[in-house]
């Protein structure tokens, strides 16, 4: 066995030591710069879908446009008369536009009458918050708990009561 010179040793392990961190600092530098390319995928992918919606919402047809201007106006003012009033959606169609008007009752334990005058004052308030076209028909449609039909009412010029 050959001996070495104590300090030779220590210069071998020292030299092994800046190898070893030398390789830990590479697998180091691999790992984050993985990382920060993920991130940024992910990133440009989430831009790009909130890109995509922020340009497709914009971009309404005439009747959504239409429409869309009045309905927060509905909104508020079911909200002030009605208790069990919860919200509403229209759902635009080419040729006939529905509005639901959600509410919190069980179909069972709501009177026919308080659905009719809820549809009458809903549609009412159309009319007065809206330039409303009297040449297009639209339903209003009111909708229970379980997002269950409750009532609904054709208005416009092919009126079906």
Not at 11 to 29: A, G, L, V
Not at 87 to 105: A, C, Q, R
Request: glycine share 2%.
């Amino acid at each position: 066995m050959v001996k070495m010179h104590p300090k030779s040793r220590n210069i071998q392990q020292k030299y092994r030591k800046t190898i070893e961190h030398k390789k830990e600092m590479k697998k180091h530098t691999i790992e984050v710069v993985a990382v920060i390319f993920v991130v940024s995928i992910l990133y440009i992918s989430l831009n790009q879908t909130n890109f995509l919606e922020n340009r497709s919402s914009s971009i309404m047809s005439a009747s959504e446009n239409f429409w869309f201007v009045p309905t927060y106006e509905i909104d508020e003012a079911l909200k002030s008369v009605y208790d069990e009033y919860e919200g509403m959606t229209v759902n635009y169609h080419p040729e006939l536009t529905t509005f639901i008007f959600k509410i919190s009752y069980e179909p069972t334990l709501i009177p026919e009458d308080r659905l009719v005058e809820i549809t009458n004052v809903a549609n009412e308030l159309l009319i007065k918050l809206s330039s409303f076209p009297t040449d297009k028909p639209y339903i209003i449609a009111i909708a229970g708990e379980n997002d269950e039909q409750l009532a609904s009412k054709m208005f416009g010029s092919n009126e079906d009561s």
